[in-house]
Structures are given as structure tokens and as C-alpha cells.
Nanobody
Framework: QVQLVESGGGLVQAGGSLRLSCAASGRTASRYDMGWFRQAPGKEREFVSAITASGGSRIYGDSVQGRFTISRDYAKNTVYLQMNNLKAEDTAVYYC???????????????????WGQGTQVTVSS
């Protein structure tokens, strides 16, 4: 089992940047693929990005491709989401998540993930 805690959210102006962190705890935390999702008020939870345990594969949602970068620090058991050129439509609660059995064939599906953090709010003012 793995526990996830997000941090780094806040208020930023459009065009600005933020870096979110997801600290994973547990003896085998570094072996998990990891993902980021977001949920805006009144909307479904949306896939943002994912990274494999090895760090060798990264995928992004269409709406963030080219602006967001996912990475991980094995020494700190932490996954990061660097968000650049933020837009008002990026405003949401951001969650990190981990699948018990890997990303599989549905890395962008919320149902692939078993462990979730509590979320961190990102607000982009226009």
C-alpha cells in the first residue's frame, strides 16, 4: 500500500507557473507508476499526466501537452508536476494517484488507479 500527499497548489496569474509535488510513503512507493488528475467544480475528474515507475515513459492529456511536465525523484519518493503557461481553465483540484497493478492499457482512466491523495487546489486568475 502507498500513501500520497500533494502540495504546491495556490493562486497564480494566467501565464504563470506552479510546481506540484506528490510525496509517496510506503516501503515500495518507488515501484509504483504514478498519475495526476484534476477536477474542476461541476466537472468530471480529468486525466493530466502519468509516469511509469522507471520514469522511462510519460504521457499527457491533450489539454496540457507541451505546457506540463511530469517527473519523479526516487531519493525523495516524490512525483512532480511542473505547470507552465497556466490558463484559467487549468483551475481545479489536482490529485495524484497510483495504480496497484501498473498503468496497464488505460493509463488515463480513473478506474485504473487504486490510491489517491487528498488533492491540492490550483487557481489561475485571468
Amino acid at each position: 500500500q502507498v500513501q500520497l500527499v500533494e502540495s504546491g497548489g495556490g493562486l497564480v496569474q494566467a501565464g504563470g507557473s506552479l510546481r506540484l509535488s506528490c510525496a509517496a510513503s510506503g516501503r515500495t512507493a518507488s515501484r509504483y507508476d504514478m498519475g495526476w488528475f484534476r477536477q474542476a467544480p461541476g466537472k468530471e475528474r480529468e486525466f493530466v499526466s502519468a509516469i511509469t515507475a522507471s520514469g522511462g515513459s510519460r504521457i499527457y492529456g491533450d489539454s496540457v501537452q507541451g505546457r506540463f511536465t511530469i517527473s519523479r525523484d526516487y531519493a525523495k519518493n516524490t512525483v512532480y508536476l511542473q505547470m507552465n503557461n497556466l490558463k484559467a481553465e487549468d483551475t481545479a483540484v489536482y490529485y495524484c494517484a497510483a495504480p496497484r497493478n501498473g498503468l496497464g492499457s488505460r493509463p488515463s482512466s480513473i478506474y485504473q488507479y487504486d490510491y489517491w491523495g487528498q488533492g491540492t487546489q490550483v487557481t489561475v486568475s485571468s
